[in-house]
C-alpha cells in the first residue's frame, strides 16, 4: 500500500471549513484514498473513500487532485464535536483482507 | 444493531497472565479484525479473518493468538502477559472483499503491570 503524509495538528474556527491534506504520491491506479476519524479515543470512524472523482456524502467532501497524488478531506462547517485525528490512507479496493494501515494522523482541533 | 461490542472495557494484568479479549459483531459481517493502540500512535493490525475458521496475521502478531468459530465472535488471545501489551486494543469488522467501510468496537484498554 502506499505511503501518506499528513500534518501533525491543525486547528480551525468553529463553523468554518476544515481542509485536511493529505500527501500520497506514490499511489497506484487501483488504490483508494479513505478518511476515518477517531474522536477521543473511541474507535475509528469511517468518513469517505475515493478513487478519482471528488466525492461528497453527509459527512465531507472529497477532493483528488487529477495525477492523484494528494487529497484534501473538506468538512464544510465544523463544530466542536468535529475536533479528532483523521486518518488519510490508501489501499487497494479488492485487496484479500481489505486491511487498513493507519499512519499517526493529523489531530484537528476546532476552536470557539 | 449493536454493531460490535468489546468486553471487558478495562482490565488490569499482572507479568505472565492471561487473559481474552471479547469481539461480537451482529451485522453478519465475514471480515474480522484486531487492532491494538499505543499511546499517541495510529492502529497497528494484530491480527484478522476473512471468515470463520479462516484468520491470518497482520503487522503486530507475536503474543497473542485468535480463534474464529463463528461468524459472530473473534476472541483475542494473550497467553504470557508483558508490558509492551499495555495498550488500548480495537475490533473492527467489515462485510467483506471489497467493502470500503470498517466498523469498529468501542475499545478495550489492558495495563500490564
Known amino acids: 500500500d502506499a505511503k501518506t503524509t499528513q500534518p501533525p495538528s491543525m486547528d480551525c474556527a468553529e463553523g468554518r471549513a476544515a481542509n485536511l491534506p493529505c500527501n500520497h504520491s506514490?499511489?497506484?491506479?487501483?488504490?483508494?484514498v479513505y478518511w476515518y476519524r477517531q474522536i477521543h479515543s473511541q474507535g475509528p470512524q469511517y468518513i469517505i473513500h475515493g478513487l478519482k472523482n471528488n466525492e461528497t456524502n453527509e459527512m465531507a467532501s472529497l477532493i483528488i487532485t487529477e495525477d492523484r497524488k494528494s487529497s484534501t478531506l473538506i468538512l464544510p462547517h465544523a463544530t466542536l464535536r468535529d475536533t479528532a485525528v483523521y486518518y488519510c490512507?490508501?489501499?487497494?479496493?479488492?485487496?484479500?483482507?481489505?486491511?487498513?494501515?493507519f499512519g499517526a494522523g493529523t489531530i484537528l482541533r476546532v476552536k470557539s | 444493531n449493536a454493531g460490535v461490542t468489546q468486553t471487558p472495557k478495562f482490565r488490569i494484568l499482572k507479568i505472565g497472565q492471561s487473559m481474552t479479549l471479547q469481539c461480537t459483531q451482529d451485522?453478519?459481517?465475514?471480515?474480522m479484525y484486531w487492532y491494538r493502540q499505543d499511546p499517541g500512535m495510529g492502529l497497528k493490525l494484530i491480527y484478522y479473518s476473512v471468515g470463520a475458521g479462516i484468520t491470518d496475521k497482520g503487522e503486530v502478531p507475536n503474543g497473542y493468538n485468535v480463534s474464529r468459530s463463528t461468524t459472530e465472535d473473534f476472541p483475542l488471545r494473550l497467553e504470557l502477559a508483558a508490558p509492551s501489551q499495555t495498550s488500548v486494543y480495537f475490533c473492527?469488522?467489515?462485510?467483506?472483499?471489497?467493502?470500503?467501510?470498517?466498523?469498529f468496537g468501542p475499545g478495550t484498554r489492558l495495563t500490564v503491570t
Open positions: 473492527a469488522s467489515a462485510r467483506g472483499l471489497g467493502s470500503h467501510e470498517q466498523y
Open positions: 490512507i490508501v489501499r487497494v479496493e479488492r485487496e484479500y483482507g481489505n486491511k487498513l494501515v
Open positions: 506514490t499511489i497506484s491506479g487501483n488504490e483508494y
Open positions: 451485522m453478519n459481517h465475514n471480515y
